[in-house]
């Protein structure tokens, strides 16, 4: 009785890899009205699809990275700016209690 060991076949399977090149797209994209697609989708039945839709846009809009900044292993989350303290009195801080 065999006890594993390499075995022809064995293992996943590769996934084919589609390399859309960007004058692909381009010319692709250039035969559509893409503004009428997007249109679409914003209208779309399903409400998923609009909210994807509308992040996605409004991402691009604002300038948001299309994926998370990750440093090494450190994946970065957050980013906390602080500012100088205004002139003028200072405001009374009470702790929090929980």
Known sequence: MN???ARLGAGRKPKPMLVLRKALAEQILGSVDEFE?????LCCDDYRVRLDTLKYLT?????KAPQ???AGQLKIEKI???MPALPGPKPEVKPAFD
């Open 80 to 82: 906390i700016l602080t």
């Open 68 to 70: 998370t900044a990750v």
């Open 37 to 41: 697609l997007w249109r679409e989708l």
């Open 3 to 5: 006890r594993g060991g």
């Open 59 to 63: 991402d691009r809009r604002d300038g």
